[in-house]
Protein backbone atom coordinates (compact mmCIF):
# COMPACT_ATOMS: atom_id res chain seq x y z
CA UNK A 1 0.00 0.00 0.00
CA UNK A 2 1.24 3.78 -0.25
CA UNK A 3 2.51 5.34 2.38
CA UNK A 4 0.22 7.48 4.50
CA UNK A 5 2.04 10.54 5.35
CA UNK A 6 0.79 11.27 9.32
CA UNK A 7 1.41 14.88 10.87
CA UNK A 8 2.11 14.74 14.88
CA UNK A 9 1.09 17.79 16.67
CA UNK A 10 4.80 19.49 17.84
CA UNK A 11 4.50 21.47 21.54
CA UNK A 12 1.96 20.97 23.94
CA UNK A 13 0.16 17.83 22.49
CA UNK A 14 3.04 15.99 21.50
CA UNK A 15 3.65 13.63 24.62
CA UNK A 16 -0.12 13.08 24.93
CA UNK A 17 -0.80 12.10 21.54
CA UNK A 18 2.48 10.00 21.19
CA UNK A 19 1.13 8.27 24.81
CA UNK A 20 -1.94 7.56 22.97
CA UNK A 21 -0.91 6.20 19.88
CA UNK A 22 1.60 3.54 22.42
CA UNK A 23 -1.88 2.79 24.03
CA UNK A 24 -3.47 2.30 20.42
CA UNK A 25 -0.56 -0.18 19.56
CA UNK A 26 2.22 2.18 18.19
CA UNK A 27 5.25 2.52 18.95
CA UNK A 28 6.62 6.07 18.27
CA UNK A 29 10.07 6.93 19.12
CA UNK A 30 10.98 10.76 18.60
CA UNK A 31 14.91 12.67 19.00
CA UNK A 32 15.23 16.11 19.99
CA UNK A 33 16.62 17.52 16.48
CA UNK A 34 14.40 15.65 14.18
CA UNK A 35 11.30 16.31 12.86
CA UNK A 36 10.40 13.17 11.57
CA UNK A 37 9.83 10.05 14.87
CA UNK A 38 9.87 6.56 13.68
CA UNK A 39 6.87 4.39 14.19
CA UNK A 40 7.10 0.77 14.44
CA UNK A 41 4.47 0.77 11.01
CA UNK A 42 6.45 0.43 7.65
CA UNK A 43 2.77 2.07 6.05
CA UNK A 44 3.29 5.12 7.96
CA UNK A 45 5.49 7.73 7.82
CA UNK A 46 4.91 10.72 10.49
CA UNK A 47 5.99 14.06 10.64
CA UNK A 48 5.90 16.82 13.82
CA UNK A 49 4.06 19.93 12.41
CA UNK A 50 2.82 22.25 14.69
CA UNK A 51 -0.53 21.83 15.58
CA UNK A 52 -1.37 25.48 14.45
CA UNK A 53 -0.17 24.78 10.91
CA UNK A 54 -1.78 21.00 10.86
CA UNK A 55 -4.80 21.71 9.05
CA UNK A 56 -3.14 23.79 5.99
CA UNK A 57 -0.57 20.81 5.41
CA UNK A 58 -3.37 18.47 5.45
CA UNK A 59 -5.86 20.61 3.39
CA UNK A 60 -2.84 21.07 0.77
CA UNK A 61 -2.13 17.02 0.55
CA UNK A 62 1.38 17.64 2.04
CA UNK A 63 0.29 15.28 4.62
CA UNK A 64 -2.65 12.59 4.71
CA UNK A 65 -3.74 12.91 7.99
CA UNK A 66 -3.05 14.45 11.51
CA UNK A 67 -3.90 15.50 14.94
CA UNK A 68 -4.88 18.78 15.68
CA UNK A 69 -7.09 20.83 17.75
CA UNK A 70 -10.68 21.86 16.14
CA UNK A 71 -9.79 25.59 16.65
CA UNK A 72 -6.86 25.43 14.29
CA UNK A 73 -9.31 23.82 11.80
CA UNK A 74 -11.30 26.92 12.60
CA UNK A 75 -8.88 29.29 12.26
CA UNK A 76 -7.32 28.48 9.02
CA UNK A 77 -10.95 27.73 7.35
CA UNK A 78 -9.02 24.47 6.35
CA UNK A 79 -11.71 22.46 3.87
CA UNK A 80 -10.26 18.37 5.70
CA UNK A 81 -12.24 16.06 6.98
CA UNK A 82 -13.18 15.06 10.35
CA UNK A 83 -12.60 11.73 11.22
CA UNK A 84 -12.83 11.77 14.83
CA UNK A 85 -12.98 14.15 17.96
CA UNK A 86 -10.29 12.68 20.47
CA UNK A 87 -11.80 13.47 23.52
CA UNK A 88 -11.16 12.10 27.01
CA UNK A 89 -10.63 13.50 30.34
CA UNK A 90 -7.00 13.94 30.90
CA UNK A 91 -4.68 17.34 30.53
CA UNK A 92 -3.93 18.27 26.78
CA UNK A 93 -6.59 16.23 24.92
CA UNK A 94 -9.88 17.68 27.02
CA UNK A 95 -12.25 20.20 25.76
CA UNK A 96 -10.97 23.25 25.79
CA UNK A 97 -12.19 26.99 25.50
CA UNK A 98 -11.15 29.91 24.13
CA UNK A 99 -12.53 32.85 26.19
CA UNK A 100 -12.72 36.57 25.80
CA UNK A 101 -11.11 38.06 29.32
CA UNK A 102 -10.54 41.10 30.88
CA UNK A 103 -8.69 42.29 34.01
CA UNK A 104 -11.12 41.52 37.13
CA UNK A 105 -11.42 45.60 37.43
CA UNK A 106 -12.46 46.09 34.01
CA UNK A 107 -15.33 47.52 32.94
CA UNK A 108 -16.03 45.57 30.43
CA UNK A 109 -19.54 43.06 30.69
CA UNK A 110 -19.73 41.87 27.10
CA UNK A 111 -17.78 41.90 23.89
CA UNK A 112 -20.33 44.96 22.42
CA UNK A 113 -18.00 47.04 25.38
CA UNK A 114 -14.73 46.82 23.60
CA UNK A 115 -15.51 48.85 20.42
CA UNK A 116 -12.52 50.61 19.64
CA UNK A 117 -10.51 48.94 21.84
CA UNK A 118 -7.48 46.50 21.52
CA UNK A 119 -7.50 42.38 22.10
CA UNK A 120 -4.58 40.39 22.00
CA UNK A 121 -4.81 36.85 20.91
CA UNK A 122 -2.91 34.07 18.87
CA UNK A 123 -6.53 33.29 17.46
CA UNK A 124 -6.67 35.89 14.87
CA UNK A 125 -8.79 34.92 12.80
CA UNK A 126 -12.04 33.50 14.98
CA UNK A 127 -11.82 36.62 16.92
CA UNK A 128 -12.17 38.75 13.76
CA UNK A 129 -15.23 36.78 12.52
CA UNK A 130 -16.82 36.52 16.35
CA UNK A 131 -16.26 40.50 16.60
CA UNK A 132 -18.21 41.00 13.06
CA UNK A 133 -21.00 38.69 14.27
CA UNK A 134 -21.33 40.93 16.88
CA UNK A 135 -21.23 43.81 14.62
CA UNK A 136 -18.15 45.14 17.23
CA UNK A 137 -14.83 47.23 15.37
CA UNK A 138 -12.22 46.62 17.70
CA UNK A 139 -8.55 46.41 16.71
CA UNK A 140 -7.16 42.87 16.85
CA UNK A 141 -2.99 42.42 17.73
CA UNK A 142 -1.28 38.48 17.13
CA UNK A 143 0.02 37.72 20.62
CA UNK A 144 3.38 35.84 20.52
CA UNK A 145 2.64 34.08 23.59
CA UNK A 146 2.61 35.06 27.42
CA UNK A 147 -0.89 36.60 26.51
CA UNK A 148 -2.34 37.58 30.20
CA UNK A 149 0.57 39.81 30.64
CA UNK A 150 -0.75 42.18 27.98
CA UNK A 151 -3.46 43.58 30.28
CA UNK A 152 -3.89 45.92 31.14
CA UNK A 153 -0.68 48.22 29.59
CA UNK A 154 -0.69 46.66 25.90
CA UNK A 155 -4.53 45.58 25.57
CA UNK A 156 -7.81 45.66 26.80
CA UNK A 157 -9.13 42.10 26.34
CA UNK A 158 -7.92 39.12 25.18
CA UNK A 159 -8.73 36.27 23.52
CA UNK A 160 -7.26 33.06 25.11
CA UNK A 161 -7.38 29.30 25.47
CA UNK A 162 -7.84 27.91 29.19
CA UNK A 163 -8.64 24.28 30.34
CA UNK A 164 -9.53 24.74 33.96
CA UNK A 165 -9.44 28.65 34.33
CA UNK A 166 -6.38 28.38 36.92
CA UNK A 167 -3.78 30.27 34.63
CA UNK A 168 -6.62 33.30 34.49
CA UNK A 169 -7.85 33.30 37.90
CA UNK A 170 -3.85 33.91 38.79
CA UNK A 171 -3.36 36.56 36.86
CA UNK A 172 -6.96 38.51 38.27
CA UNK A 173 -8.76 38.16 34.51
CA UNK A 174 -12.36 37.36 34.32
CA UNK A 175 -14.25 35.70 31.41
CA UNK A 176 -16.38 37.90 30.07
CA UNK A 177 -17.90 35.17 27.15
CA UNK A 178 -16.75 32.20 25.46
CA UNK A 179 -15.60 32.89 21.89
CA UNK A 180 -14.99 28.71 20.70
CA UNK A 181 -14.96 25.71 21.96
CA UNK A 182 -12.27 22.87 20.72
CA UNK A 183 -11.10 19.44 21.51
CA UNK A 184 -8.32 17.59 19.61
CA UNK A 185 -9.26 16.14 16.22
CA UNK A 186 -8.09 13.64 13.94
CA UNK A 187 -8.35 15.10 10.05
CA UNK A 188 -7.58 13.70 6.97
CA UNK A 189 -6.98 15.09 3.38
CA UNK A 190 -10.22 14.67 1.22
CA UNK A 191 -8.18 13.07 -1.55
CA UNK A 192 -6.71 10.85 0.30
CA UNK A 193 -9.78 9.40 1.78
CA UNK A 194 -10.56 8.43 -1.96
CA UNK A 195 -7.43 6.00 -1.79
CA UNK A 196 -9.08 3.08 -0.90
CA UNK A 197 -5.56 1.70 0.95
CA UNK A 198 -5.33 5.11 2.55
CA UNK A 199 -8.80 5.40 3.72
CA UNK A 200 -8.52 1.49 5.23
CA UNK A 201 -5.37 2.59 7.38
CA UNK A 202 -6.78 6.01 8.46
CA UNK A 203 -9.97 4.14 9.67
CA UNK A 204 -8.05 1.31 11.23
CA UNK A 205 -5.73 4.06 13.25
CA UNK A 206 -8.82 5.86 14.21
CA UNK A 207 -10.50 2.64 15.68
CA UNK A 208 -7.68 2.03 17.43
CA UNK A 209 -7.21 5.16 19.50
CA UNK A 210 -10.78 5.85 20.12
CA UNK A 211 -10.28 1.91 21.23
CA UNK A 212 -7.07 3.52 23.67
CA UNK A 213 -8.95 6.42 24.22
CA UNK A 214 -12.31 4.39 25.95
CA UNK A 215 -9.84 1.96 28.27
CA UNK A 216 -8.55 5.26 29.76
CA UNK A 217 -9.78 5.07 33.55
CA UNK A 218 -10.70 1.54 33.23
CA UNK A 219 -9.41 -1.55 34.20
CA UNK A 220 -11.05 -5.04 33.80
CA UNK A 221 -11.70 -7.69 36.95
CA UNK A 222 -11.66 -11.18 37.17
CA UNK A 223 -13.04 -13.53 39.70
CA UNK A 224 -14.20 -17.05 40.97
CA UNK A 225 -17.02 -17.27 42.80
CA UNK A 226 -19.03 -20.61 43.95
CA UNK A 227 -22.82 -20.90 42.29
CA UNK A 228 -24.57 -20.31 45.62
CA UNK A 229 -22.98 -16.35 45.57
CA UNK A 230 -23.09 -16.37 41.92
CA UNK A 231 -26.37 -13.49 42.43
CA UNK A 232 -24.87 -11.62 45.35
CA UNK A 233 -21.57 -10.69 43.13
CA UNK A 234 -23.49 -9.85 39.76
CA UNK A 235 -25.24 -7.45 42.61
CA UNK A 236 -21.99 -5.52 43.28
CA UNK A 237 -20.51 -5.47 39.75
CA UNK A 238 -21.30 -2.05 37.50
CA UNK A 239 -20.43 -3.05 34.04
CA UNK A 240 -19.49 -1.84 30.19
CA UNK A 241 -21.80 -4.69 29.56
CA UNK A 242 -23.00 -7.76 30.96
CA UNK A 243 -20.12 -9.81 33.21
CA UNK A 244 -18.83 -12.48 31.04
CA UNK A 245 -19.76 -15.40 33.37
CA UNK A 246 -18.22 -18.96 32.20
CA UNK A 247 -18.08 -22.47 34.25
CA UNK A 248 -14.79 -23.58 35.74
CA UNK A 249 -13.62 -27.46 35.81
CA UNK A 250 -14.59 -27.35 39.57
CA UNK A 251 -18.68 -28.13 39.49
CA UNK A 252 -20.28 -25.38 41.45
CA UNK A 253 -18.05 -22.56 40.43
CA UNK A 254 -18.06 -19.63 37.94
CA UNK A 255 -15.35 -17.32 36.61
CA UNK A 256 -16.61 -13.70 36.42
CA UNK A 257 -14.86 -10.81 34.04
CA UNK A 258 -16.09 -7.45 33.81
CA UNK A 259 -15.03 -3.97 33.01
CA UNK A 260 -15.63 -0.78 35.25
CA UNK A 261 -13.79 2.49 36.18
CA UNK A 262 -10.78 2.16 38.05
CA UNK A 263 -11.74 5.23 40.32
CA UNK A 264 -14.84 2.39 41.60
CA UNK A 265 -12.16 -0.57 41.85
CA UNK A 266 -11.05 0.48 45.52
CA UNK A 267 -14.62 0.39 46.49
CA UNK A 268 -16.13 -2.71 45.03
CA UNK A 269 -13.11 -5.00 45.46
CA UNK A 270 -13.99 -5.17 49.22
CA UNK A 271 -18.01 -5.63 48.76
CA UNK A 272 -17.14 -8.46 46.28
CA UNK A 273 -15.06 -9.81 48.72
CA UNK A 274 -18.03 -10.24 51.58
CA UNK A 275 -19.88 -11.30 48.37
CA UNK A 276 -18.24 -14.61 48.42
CA UNK A 277 -15.45 -13.50 45.56
CA UNK A 278 -12.65 -15.65 45.59
CA UNK A 279 -9.41 -14.96 43.48
CA UNK A 280 -10.08 -11.16 42.84
CA UNK A 281 -7.92 -9.86 40.09
CA UNK A 282 -7.40 -6.56 38.67
CA UNK A 283 -5.91 -5.30 35.60
CA UNK A 284 -4.84 -2.87 33.12
CA UNK A 285 -6.60 -2.30 29.71
CA UNK A 286 -4.75 -0.62 27.16
CA UNK A 287 -7.80 -0.53 23.86
CA UNK A 288 -11.55 -0.77 24.35
CA UNK A 289 -13.18 -1.30 21.02
CA UNK A 290 -16.87 -0.99 20.70
Known sequence: MPTLKLGLPKGSLEQATLELFRRAGFMISTTTRSYFPHI???????????AQEMARYVEDGALDCGITGHDWVVENEADVEIVADLIYAKQSFGTVRWVLAVPESSPVQSVRDLEGKIIATELVGVTRRYLADNEVSAKIEFSWGATEAKLPELADAIVE??????????NKLRVVETVLESNTQLI?????????????KIDDITMLLEGAINALDMVGLKLNVQEADLSRVLEVLPALHK???????????????????????REIIPRLKAA??????EYPLNKIVM
Do not use: Q
Request: aromatic letters at 2%.
Open 40 to 50: DDPDIECMLIR
Open 161 to 170: VTETGSSLRA
Open 188 to 200: ANREALKDGAKKR
Open 243 to 265: PTVSSLSDEGWHAVETILKESTV
Open 276 to 281: GAEGIV
